[in-house]
């Protein structure tokens, strides 16, 4: 039955493709039927949701498969996800907010908020920012999801995962994506404005964004229309494990939905957030000290997708994968949420873009 509805799919997408009055929502909502439905059938995705939004205009916000396998749940536009390292554009938009205020500066060195790093006490926010600081990331190791499954997060324990770890380079000199970064930002979130990660985000950037279905992973035992996420175990999806929210603060924790991300983007671009001068600071790409750039800003990466300019970020977590990419030559927003790790949002969204494009 997979199989068929596949190849249906397929069939209709090749006679409308090629058909002189094929609208392009029709196109778009095609091609997001196709993605979707390999990405379930073929890569064992549980659920998939699915946005895209042209010239202000909802082509498509779909849901498809099941947010929980054992309760035959299904997915659909409001369904909330884990959005990753999607996180990390609303932890920039914080820091770049309190500096706004003058309650910081970029250029402050790391150590005057998290002294308890004594190997990075001299990076710079900035350089936390553009992920040009040389700070070791703390995720990587195939013993992290036992970690975090299994233990209580603390700074320390998080500074303790590498702890004698030199700097991979002199900060500024070179890029490398480190969720450490963006951990240690959402400490310093924390100290300078004096409230929680969680009550800062929700109040300072949910509220002005309208993002009234978005919260933290810590709170997905309450909220209703919630994706359980999956990850491929022994040729097995199974249910992801139980990870306290605050091993991945600031750099992967927020819930979120098709709807509230597109709110978070048009907010974020229109200058509702964060000042248009922050907003240029967030989706240019930096560059290092010698001048070469590095493809990604404060929370987004720059690039090009079939010759279109792509800002954008994907994420993952132990059991979903994320994808908000925007194409401002375009006017186009593509926003994809799945709920098995294995499975690659922006290879779907990609997929939605070049069969369009």
């Known amino acids: 039955m997979a199989t068929t509805n596949l190849s249906c799919t397929l069939i209709l997408w090749m006679l409308l493709g090629t058909a002189s009055g094929a609208s392009e929502a029709t196109r778009v909502q095609l091609a997001a039927d196709q993605a979707a439905q390999k990405a379930i059938h073929e ?7 699915i946005a895209v939004e042209i010239d202000g205009k909802i082509v498509i916000q779909r849901g498809y498969g099941l947010r929980n396998l054992a309760a035959k749940a299904p997915v659909t536009p409001n369904t909330r996800f884990e959005i990753a390292s999607v996180s990390k554009q609303f932890t920039a938009a914080a820091v770049l907010q309190l ?35 040389g700070i070791p990331n703390f995720t990587e190791g195939s013993d992290f999801m036992q970690v975090a499954s299994t233990q209580k997060p603390s700074l320390q324990a998080i500074l303790g995962r590498i702890s004698g ?33 969680n009550r800062y985000i929700r109040q300072h950037i949910f509220g002005p964004a309208g993002m009234t279905n978005s919260g933290f992973a810590s709170g997905e035992p ?46 974020l671009l229109q200058g509702r957030v964060v000042s248009l001068r922050s907003v240029g ?46 194409f401002p030559s375009d006017n186009e927003i593509i926003v994809v949420l799945d709920n098995n790790v294995a499975v690659d949002a922006e290879t779907i969204a990609s997929q939605i873009f070049d069969a369009t494009h």
Do not use: C
């Not at 900060?171 to 300078?192: I, K």
């Open 222 to 267: 309450r909220f209703t229309n919630v994706a359980t996420g999956y990850y491929p175990n022994a040729g097995v999806i199974t249910p992801s494990p139980h990870v306290d929210e605050r091993w991945a603060l600031g750099a992967g924790t927020i819930v979120s939905t098709l709807g509230d991300v597109i709110k978070w983007d048009h907010s």
């Open 165 to 197: 770890k030199p700097l991979a380079f002199p900060p500024g000199s070179d890029w490398a994506y480190s969720n450490t970064n963006y951990v240690l930002l959402a400490y310093v979130v924390e100290r300078v404005s004096g409230e929680t990660y």
């Open 43 to 49: 890569l064992n995705a549980p659920g998939v949701a």
């Open 281 to 326: 600071l967030m989706r240019d790409a930096g560059s290092t000290s010698s001048g070469k750039s590095t493809g990604y800003g404060m929370g987004w990466y720059t690039d090009k997708e079939k010759g279109h300019e792509r800002i954008w970020h994907n994420g993952a977590t132990f059991g979903s994968s994320a994808m908000n990419a925007t």
């Open 99 to 133: 500096a706004e205020r003058h309650q910081l500066n970029l250029d402050d060195a790391l150590g005057k908020y998290v002294p308890e790093y004594n190997i990075g006490a001299a990076v710079t926010l900035r350089q936390l920012l553009y992920q040009t600081s």
